[in-house]
């Protein structure tokens, strides 16, 4: 009896080098499993952070901007709200301080495509009128952000202008232009504009890289969303078909 412990501590018995070398191979194709489903894990949250973060902040921009563009008052009976407009770029008389007194702003609502070395970016200048009438708009303007990390859909451009077809006629307005490039709005067709749409795409925000420009994976497709909206001016009437200037525009008088 005494022999017993004594054998079995002798026919103790490990892995072999085979069976370490598959336990191995086991354990680590177990392991890289388990890194890769973390990895795409972690890839769609920050796939998800990124496109609710653009959506809140496109919604933000656009309800900043239609409100922005139903703004629009004529300066004085002979002069309607806008005084440019193009692809990029629109400028327009507006009154939002709150103030009973007429003391009109002079808007100007544009993207830029060189922001911060290409990253895009809407953005505004407003100029108050100095005291009138007539108003002047001679003082630095006041210039704002309203998004950056932005860059255009493709082939649709950043503003788009239409006027009623017919004085009976209010749905749809029709295309005043074929705004493309640097196509200015005809000045004999700047007190007809009843309507303004304007689209952008917006990227993730992400920390500037060396040159400026997007980085990483801000043009993810998946992570960036479209905006487009119609904004109303809101003083134009198409049934006005007396009005002295027979655009059915915005009504100044």
Known sequence: MSA???RLAREQHGFTLIELLVSMTIGMVVLSAAMGLMEVGARSTARTTDRVDVTQRGRTVMTQIQRRVRSQVCLDADTPPITY???????YYSD???D???????HWLWYDSAWKGGRGAIRESVYTASPGPPFTFTGAPVNRVLAEDVTLQPGVPFL????W???TTAVPPVPLSTIVDDDVLPANSMAKVVRIDVSFRLLPGRPSSATGG????????TRDADFATSAYVRNSDYTDSAAANRVWGARCS
């Open 85 to 91: 407009g193009d692809a990029t770029t629109v400028k």
């Open 214 to 221: 997007p980085i990483g994976n801000q043009l993810d497709a």
């Open 160 to 163: 788009n202008y239409y006027a």
């Open 96 to 98: 939002t301080d709150g």
């Open 165 to 167: 077809d017919a004085p």
């Open 100 to 106: 009973p007194y007429f003391a009109p702003q002079w």
């Open 4 to 6: 017993l412990p004594t």
